[in-house]
């Protein structure tokens, strides 16, 4: 299948291998700030996840846009060295039309992007019928390891009475209780089963009681850390940085380039004392819903 374009001049890019061989190769240059959109299409070539890919042009480019579709939640992942080539590919190729279930509303759309560009699309995004979308904005410092690790320095141990493992649906609820946004989602239990099924995780168990995890780490669909959670009486003995460091050692095995956002002081210090660097600019979700 070639690389199709519309009628207003953007492309959509097939999901073949040879196609998404040819992207990553395209925006290796230009990491880091490519590297969510380069974990993203790496995802999708070992179909973990189905996603739509566009851009400006083709095979030169300045703007990609990826769509990730999932049960109930859409997530989009941008790179651009052009905002207003952007905004025409966020636009034509309405990838803001589709649900997202948030505790907020129920249709909205979760888009990750570093840097200037949120504030530009926070000025510029506009509803189907001209209205201004509602917009909230998260924002978080964000992180990555430098360089691939695969071999001892984050080999990681959990300090006496702990031990190692993943996560696996048995603890779908569990760890659906510890999620603070979780209330009001629909189909929250059937999409974070899908994500304990498909995507990495690492956790930490206690010897004594090990049914559910006291500690526990999971990463989105494009490659970022999330859901980074320790039970309260069981904070405050390394198991954080045990599992960070576990799971960057098996997304670094796997040819990703571990990566996490945050805007907790406590997090920032594991991360660092990991080896995780900063980026120049800060990472932001922004979650839109269209205006009333």
């Known amino acids: 299948m070639d690389v199709t374009t519309s009628k207003r001049g953007i492309y959509q890019i097939p999901r073949e291998p040879e196609h998404l061989a040819k992207l990553l190769e395209a925006l290796k240059p230009s990491f880091p700030f490519s590297n969510t959109m380069m974990s993203t299409i790496q995802n999708v070539l070992k179909k973990v996840v189905k996603a739509e890919l566009f851009s400006d042009s083709w095979p030169q480019f300045t703007s990609i846009v990826c769509r990730i579709s999932q049960p109930n939640i859409v997530d989009v992942v941008l790179f651009t060295t052009c905002n207003e080539n952007l905004m025409r590919v966020i636009c034509e190729s309405q990838v803001l039309s589709h649900p997202h279930c948030h505790p907020a509303c129920n249709h909205t759309v979760t888009i990750h992007v570093e840097g200037s560009v949120a504030q530009y699309l926070v000025d510029n995004i506009t509803s189907r019928d001209g209205k201004k979308m509602l917009t ?3 924002s978080g410092t964000l992180f990555y390891l430098p360089k691939p690790v695969t071999t001892t320095p984050l080999e990681s141990t959990c300090p006496p009475g702990y031990f190692l493992g993943s996560l696996a649906s048995q603890h779908t609820q569990f760890v659906i209780s510890h ?20 995507l990495p995780s690492s956790a930490a168990f206690s010897i004594s009681d090990p049914a559910n995890p006291v500690a526990w780490v999971l990463c989105y669909p494009y490659g970022h850390f999330c859901h980074w959670y320790t039970v309260e009486e069981h904070r405050r003995k390394g198991l954080g940085t045990a599992i960070v460091k576990d799971l960057a050692l098996k997304l670094s095995r796997e040819g990703y380039t571990p990566e996490c956002g945050s805007a907790n002081e406590d997090a920032i210090k594991v991360l660092k004392a990991v080896g995780f ?3 120049l600019q800060p990472v932001q979700w922004l979650l839109y819903q269209h205006a009333e």
Do not use: R
């Open 179 to 198: 999620w603070e946004y979780s209330q009001g989602i629909k189909n929250v239990y059937s999409n974070m089963e899908i994500a304990l099924n498909s």
């Open 136 to 138: 909230s904005l998260f």
């Open 277 to 279: 660097v900063e980026f």
